[in-house]
Structures are given as structure tokens and as C-alpha cells.
């Protein structure tokens, strides 16, 4: 069965840092690529970065420069280093694969961020 856990949310200071991680029950590679996605209360859910299968990222324009994702592929995780947080990045975060073999997309239960003095 295909599990994604997410961990690492928490309530930060503006200009504050947080590492997300992602924590897969099967090889990363099982996915076409691996993102991050963020829902902010009212909102619908938006992309917040990406990495391919071959290593290569995206990121939304909102959090270039600020945000890095990143794998372990020994360890079938990927990470979201978020810094100089703001407040506008309050939202709950979810990991996403999509499945090679069937195209399914496969979400972790998502974590809480806070961003707020």
C-alpha cells in the first residue's frame, strides 16, 4: 500500500525557517516526480514545488528563492526547506506522487504551518 507521511509543520515567526518532509512507503521512483502543495483556508490547493524523476525542480513564483526541495532517495523522502517564511505561507502543506504505472495520484495527510507573530 502507498503511504505518504508528511511531518515538520509548525507555528513560525515571520522570516522564520521550517523543513517539511515527505516519507514514502515505497521507492520515490514509483512516482512520476514528487510536489508540494499548500491549501491556505478558502483557497484552493496550488502547487508550491516540484522535482522530477531526473532531479530537475519547479517552484511557484511566490517562493522561488525562498523555498528548496530536495530527496533522499536511501531514505524515500522529500524535503521542503522553507525560509524567510511569511505569513501569506500559512496553509497546510501536502505531498503528492503520481503513480507510474496507473497515473493516480497518491497525497499524505498534509501538515500544519503557521506563519504568525
Known amino acids: 500500500q502507498v503511504q505518504l507521511v508528511e511531518s515538520g509543520g509548525d507555528l513560525v515567526q515571520p522570516g522564520g525557517s521550517l523543513r517539511l518532509s515527505c516519507a514514502a512507503s515505497?521507492?520515490?521512483?514509483?512516482?512520476?516526480?514528487m510536489g508540494w502543495y499548500r491549501q491556505a483556508p478558502g483557497k484552493q490547493r496550488e502547487l508550491v514545488a516540484g522535482?522530477?524523476?531526473?532531479?530537475?525542480?519547479n517552484y511557484a513564483d511566490t517562493v522561488k528563492g525562498r523555498f528548496t526541495i530536495s530527496r533522499d532517495i536511501a531514505k524515500n523522502t522529500v524535503y521542503l526547506q522553507m525560509n524567510s517564511l511569511k505569513p501569506e505561507d500559512t496553509a497546510v502543506y501536502y505531498c503528492k506522487g503520481r503513480g507510474r504505472t496507473l497515473g493516480i495520484d497518491y497525497w499524505g495527510q498534509g501538515t500544519q504551518v503557521t506563519v504568525s507573530s
Open positions: 515505497v521507492s520515490i521512483f514509483s512516482f512520476n516526480g
Open positions: 522535482i522530477a524523476n531526473s532531479g530537475l525542480t
